[in-house]
């Protein structure tokens, strides 16, 4: 007898495109599963809750296709090597403008001595370009098929990609059918939005910008409105007279016609060479004063300063915004993750009218995440605690709420001393009293070194004697590798590389001991499930995690129940 036809479609239908008829509320199919399409509907599921909590881990959207083909797209494309490869591709396509005619790579910037630029043959570049182009071609054809058409026609950045790629090809047919002798090349005016496109940041910073513009717009216009109103009361005042010595010709040269008069207010409203613009008409006359500090007064103290007030809240609402929108994401995506493996409770009749997670199913899954070993491992740990009882969507989306921590470096123990003499002398030069004892050493050899060089500032390079300060130095220098050996006497190698203290230290020193220290591997991050006083780092989504909302439990499924490709049925 044949499978009736839900139980033969997989559990998360990869639908295309999106237009079936698609369940009201969340379900999860509990029925027993059986035939030869269970292990592949296992598999499926798994690499779903995979992709689900990579995308949280992100915060990416989970609006793309979950069919087990497009996962293993997604999962590539989100790669670290083709990541790199795509960056690296906007790199050397912005790097071209550097090589290409006019070139500007020179070996100097003197005109005097400067030679000929390279420049590179017809086609070189070119063929560089296109190769970019292509792998930008690819890029938008991959994020295409993995969102679906619908979302394409939403998304202004992507079309706007498609839109620059078919210019830019355009272009550079052109360029190579004339023979590099194009007058002009649009595709460089272009080339920018590729790292646009391709970068979150830039991409929220760009739409903070629009987004405070109408209030920015507000103030600018009351600042348009007071240099013109100001310019034309300078004009009266300064503008008119006779030439009669070389401060009416300095004074009126910054007010003698109505550009010159907003250049010069516009200077003096932005404090860059103020006193220029001011002194000539102070010196004619003190009550000219008047005019100036009322002008800064109300531009600079009051316009100015509001205009940063608002653009501070505009970015700062944004920003709240923004995280807001992060941790939606992040529970979002660990919500997927939840309903796909709480789905396999059912499977072989196990748990049949339970809802919850299996342990050893979340341990499957998270082997296969890419995280960092530190939380991978405090995370599984965590979950092994839970033996075999049924993981809730709540203990669900706390286990996850560790990756907002990072521990801070442990640091290695001190060297065990069996004698007395060298146990009172560890306490000693470990003891941090000696570190503020170095400090003081090294600040009297900087003061010493600026009482040498202002003492001998006017003597001449010959007749210097610089043997008493050479001694001194080298007393330093003795003390500052004595100061290191006490050090490593007291708190060991790993342990003195794990505390570099003394802030006075020369340069190359520093460098080295970061050096050895991310060599150090004692010195790493340590797991989270560690012991409960350990201390934690927080991100900056922990410091405003008390104004940022916690999704709803219906908000969460009626947003997973509006997923294009996602059907869970139950």
């Not at 003190?286 to 009051?302: E, M, N, Q």
Request: aromatic share 12%.
């Amino acid at each position: 007898m044949a499978e009736p036809q839900a139980e033969s479609e997989p559990l998360l239908g990869g639908a295309r495109g999106g237009g079936g008829d698609w369940p009201a509320g969340l379900t999860t199919y509990r029925s027993i599963q059986v035939g030869p399409g269970a292990a592949a509907r296992w598999d499926l599921c798994i690499d779903q809750a995979v992709v689900f909590i990579e995308d949280a881990i992100q915060y990416r959207s989970i609006n793309h296709r979950v069919d087990a083909s497009s996962m293993w797209l997604y999962r590539r494309y989100y790669s670290n090597v083709c990541q790199r490869t795509l960056s690296f591709t906007i790199f050397l396509i912005l790097f071209l403008a550097f090589i290409e005619t006019p070139s500007s790579l020179t070996s100097t910037a003197d005109v005097r001595y400067r030679a000929a630029p390279w420049e590179p043959p017809c086609g070189l570049t070119e063929s560089v370009e296109v190769l970019c182009l292509l792998v930008f071609a690819a890029d938008l054809s991959v994020k295409g098929y993995l969102f679906g058409w619908a979302h394409f026609q939403k998304n202004l950045w992507l079309l706007g990609y498609l839109v620059v790629l078919v210019v830019s090809l355009v272009d550079w047919t052109v360029s190579l059918s004339l023979m590099c002798h194009e007058p002009l090349r649009i595709r460089r005016l272009l080339r920018p939005f590729f790292l646009l496109q391709n970068s979150s940041m830039m991409k929220k910073t760009l739409k903070c910008i629009r987004w405070s513009l109408p209030e920015m717009a507000s103030v600018g216009l009351l600042l348009a409105i007071h240099l013109c109103l100001f310019t034309m009361f300078g004009m009266l005042l300064f503008a008119g007279g006779k030439q009669d010595d070389g401060q009416d010709r300095e004074r009126l040269t910054y007010f003698q016609n109505l550009p010159e008069s907003l250049t010069s207010l516009l200077v003096l409203l932005t404090t860059a060479n103020n006193p220029d613009v001011m002194i000539p008409a102070y010196s004619k006359n003190r009550a000219y004063a008047i005019f100036f500090i009322v002008f800064t007064v109300i531009g600079s103290l009051f316009l100015m300063n509001l205009l940063t007030a608002i653009i501070y809240s505009q970015f700062r609402g944004y920003l709240m915004k923004s995280l807001q929108t992060s941790l939606f994401r992040r529970r979002l995506g660990t919500r997927a993750a939840f309903e796909v493996l709480s789905s396999m409770v059912g499977e072989g009749g196990a748990f049949p009218q339970a809802v919850g997670v299996k342990p050893q199913n979340l341990l499957q899954v998270l082997q296969k995440v890419q995280l960092d070993s530190s939380h991978k491992q405090a995370m599984m740990e965590k979950v092994r605690s839970y033996g075999s009882v049924l993981l809730s969507a709540e203990e669900f989306q706390k286990l996850f709420n560790e990756l907002d921590r990072s521990v801070v470096k442990e640091h290695p123990p001190r060297p065990e001393y069996q004698s007395p003499f060298l146990q009172s002398a560890q306490f000693l030069f470990g003891h941090y009293y000696f570190d503020y004892l170095g400090n003081l050493i090294a600040l009297a050899n900087l003061v010493s070194i600026c009482v040498f060089l202002v003492l001998d500032a006017d003597v001449l390079p010959a007749e210097r004697d610089d043997f008493i300060l050479g001694i001194l130095n080298c007393v330093f220098i003795v003390y500052y590798l004595l100061e290191m050996l006490l050090k490593v006497f007291a708190l060991g190698l790993r342990g003195y590389l794990s505390y570099p203290s003394n802030v006075f230290d020369g340069l190359l020193t520093v460098v080295l001991l970061n050096f050895l220290h991310k060599w150090d591997p004692r010195s790493h991050l340590q797991p989270l499930a560690g012991t409960p006083e350990a201390t934690y780092q927080m991100t900056v989504e922990l410091l405003f995690r008390d104004i940022l909302e916690e999704p709803g439990e219906d908000e969460l499924t009626e947003r997973l129940s509006q997923h294009p490709h996602l059907w869970l049925c139950r």
